[in-house]
């Protein structure tokens, strides 16, 4: 089940949700982009491109983005994938000084319910010049 098609798809900029990634291929509905819907209890809406130190940050947290899992779809990540993280992990790693970079034209505007503005946007690729 997609987001409700009566609620637009847009960003944290108030624009139309752009794609994520295709290659791996991301977003809760394994759709490539980071929309949401009820579905989506961990809420998985923030365009991230993974780095190396985020990467071992939320192995150590438990959660272990690296080795695939093929049963979930999940093909383990690597230090430049894109991927739609959780709203609350990456405030966590923000919190923890190892946020991974965001791609604010990808990243649902339902990410603002967990994560402040400002922070994402000085973590905000798509922004640099």
Known sequence: MQESTEEPRLNVLGQPLRD???DPKTGFFRDGCCATGPEDRGLHVVCTRMSEEFLRYSKA???DLITPRPEYRFPGLKPGDQWCLCAARWREAFEAGVAPPVVLAATHQKALEVVDLGDLLRHALDLQK
């Open 20 to 22: 994520c990634s295709h």
């Open 61 to 63: 947290q438990g959660n």
